[in-house]
């Protein structure tokens, strides 16, 4: 994508007021107008200015995306709500004040769970979901920021900002560091428009979230059989932050899933393997088939 | 592959000795005069013709695949060896008299095990490592035939042949079952010059290679991290003969390793999932990248 193309850096934010909320957003790409738009749902306290242009501006190439600011994050307006259900109530609503009866989704971290508990609620809402270092409704220790293995990089002073993205999103190993500072480098190729940074506020009603999707009532894992949609599960196998297995269960219990995991990787898996993440992604988008394979 | 052109079923075997032994295999295919040959590994008392044309045809359009009927397998002379250390050598003598040092390989199930081998055993052998349904030495629950799920086919008397395949290959979903049935017929395309079918004493020796393959010394898994070589691996998320925690590990503890599931499918889910198969498998052989993802 050239630099004077709409894309990731340069798309400029918008707003659309559905209800009491007005919710910010970027739409941009589509040249393939049989494509439907591609939702991405963000991870735990990241904004429209969170999203990689590695990877969004090549599945931009052919499919519009559209980023989106649940309430109370970047611009957009309302309380964070403190469970999955009420992000997901506020991004279906976002989809119908668009006019969009269904679409394709990419669900990061928090965004995968948002992802999950929209088709349960509107199961005809997506056509084909990806879900990256997400974990299910009961899933296990995800987002435990107290655990040594992230609180070291969290509670040290000399990291602020992204680098601390770079430590917790990516492993240690000077591969996947190095990774990480190219990570951060393309964050900020933006440089107008910016969305204002979350504050202590929003982390404590998502991690508030994260605590109540570990919870489950009856046979565990049981929601999952009932999305149909073909979907892509990725994973980091060495994600500190929501740990693989939970990716492991999401493939086994959804009736549709295939799963890809990407070595010395950890949450950050589709930023740091950018090439790989957008081809095995662009593919899985463009079948028609009613299989998640591809 | 037209049916004129040489293939997985009209493929002629071919003899070679090296040593004391006569070396059974099949070479197609191979278009593409830089790409490397593909060694294909064979399963459980898996001969020449239980290689299915959906999967090895469309590998050999633009590479060379060789099949090869490891000692005491199908038309090769020797015992089979009770260790899969005793497989790797025999594999390894065979490369040597066609004078490959260096190859690709697709080793599935047992295959996966003395591919695994092979590279520990001379690390410049293979360049890039296709692991489908098999595990890391120390692995779990590898082909305990005597497990109800497993028993109840293999000691029905209604079930003969390639019916038995069909029932433990595949999940008991009607899609998979069916599935399995295409399989069969495909496998049952060559007419000609079929290999010898495995009798009981080639089953009891690789059971006991498996036994053997279960024990590890030492740190869990520590022999994986000294293999290199990118690695694609693959698995069934219902895989009964070898569970896919087994490919968990794999992905877990080789340093350069992809993991791909498929829904839906057992262990033959590179059969069920032909199509998907082949595809993910050439563009990862197609890479000349040092790292796995593709």
């Not at 439907?36 to 999203?51: A, E, K, M, Y």
């Not at 992000?87 to 119908?96: E, R």
């Not at 601390?164 to 990570?183: D, N, R, Y």
Request: hydrophobic share 40%; glycine share 10%.
């Amino acid at each position: 994508m050239s630099a004077t193309t709409v894309s990731t850096t340069t798309a400029p934010t918008r707003f659309l007021d559905v209800g009491n909320e007005r919710y910010a957003y970027r739409r941009f790409g589509g040249q393939n107008a049989s494509a439907l738009p591609l939702l991405c749902l963000q991870h735990f306290t990241g904004t429209l200015d969170n999203w990689d242009p590695a990877v969004t501006d090549p599945l931009a190439s052919t499919r519009e995306v559209i980023l989106f600011d649940n309430a109370g994050i970047g611009g957009s307006t309302g309380a964070v709500p403190q469970t999955v259900a009420g992000m997901a109530t506020h991004a279906l609503a976002f989809l119908d004040g668009l006019g969009i009866d269904t679409c394709d989704v990419l669900g990061y971290s928090l965004g995968g769970m948002v992802a999950q508990q929209m088709v349960l609620d509107r199961p005809a809402i997506f056509r084909r979901m990806i879900l990256v270092g997400t974990a299910p409704r009961g899933g296990e220790d995800i987002m435990h920021l107290e655990k040594p293995s992230l609180a070291r990089y969290l509670n040290d002073p000399g990291l602020q900002g992204y680098a601390v993205l770079q430590k917790i999103f990516f492993t240690p190993s000077a591969s996947s560091q190095s990774a990480g500072e190219e990570f951060v480098g393309r964050l900020l190729l933006r440089t107008g428009d910016r969305d204002p940074v979350s504050g202590p506020a929003v982390a404590s009603a998502q991690i508030a979230a994260f605590r109540e999707w570990e919870q489950f009532t009856g046979a565990r894992f049981a929601d999952l059989q009932q999305i149909r949609q073909p979907t892509f599960v990725v994973n980091g196998v060495y994600d500190e932050m929501i740990p693989v297995r939970n990716s492991y269960w999401l493939a086994e219990y959804l009736p549709n899933a295939v799963l890809l995991t990407y070595p010395d990787a950890g949450h950050g898996s589709l930023f740091q393997w950018h090439d790989s993440f957008q081809g095995q992604a662009s593919r899985f988008l463009s079948s028609d088939s009613r299989f998640a394979p591809y």
